[in-house]
């Protein structure tokens, strides 16, 4: 299997490097189009800011070239609110594969939301053999609202999306590489797909 981790400058590509490693899993990083393009699974972290990550993306093609996969791609944190159509942070237009706004966390919650939270209401073949209630962990200062396309949901002074779902397109706002057995079971889940 081609598992290809979608290079751009994000802060957690090593401990997804690892996280795959530990399921026995060589990933390839690349910003390539073509390598992106023929992959079996695609990886898409994130770790940062909105604005500065979709310049980023924008200068290599990736922003055109991600909504047009036909194969599992699985956003990670600001991974998966990029593939959001709006972020508040710095007013960032997303890639709009999912229909769903990303906003702040109001002013007066301690941000960014950093920890182990729990996930309910877990839907799809991501969460298979995941319990109600599983821990998983947080780095986060914006939320993807809850919307259909809703499959995990986490609980910080307001429900939000914890997990997305769209045809070949899955997005996590917790770390699953920094979520111990919990996490593991989800990578396995997602590059059994």
């Keep these: 299997m081609n598992t290809v981790i979608v290079d751009y400058g994000a802060g957690n590509i090593q401990s997804v490097l690892f996280a795959l490693e530990r399921q026995g899993v060589k990933a390839l990083l690349s910003h ?17 800011h909105a604005a500065a990550a979709m310049e980023k993306l924008q200068a290599s ?7 047009q996969l036909t194969q599992p791609v699985l956003g990670i944190c600001l991974g998966m609110q990029l593939m959001c159509n709006r972020s508040e942070e710095g007013n960032t237009k997303g890639l709009g594969i999912f229909d769903v706004e990303v906003k702040a966390f109001e002013k007066k919650l301690k941000v960014p939301h950093i920890g182990w939270n729990t996930i309910a209401q877990l839907k799809g073949s991501l969460f298979n053999e995941i319990e109600e209630n599983a821990y998983i962990y947080m780095v986060h200062s914006y939320y993807a609202a809850l919307s259909s396309k809703t499959i995990a949901v986490c609980q910080y002074d307001i429900p939000y999306s914890a997990a997305l779902a769209k045809d070949n397109f899955f997005g996590t706002q917790f770390h699953p590489e920094k979520s111990s057995t919990v996490g593991n079971k989800i990578l396995e889940n997602f590059l059994a797909l």
């Design 32 to 48: 390539d189009l073509e390598v992106i393009e023929k992959a079996d699974k695609v990886i898409f972290p994130g770790v940062g």
């Design 61 to 67: 093609g990736v922003d055109q070239l991600l909504p």
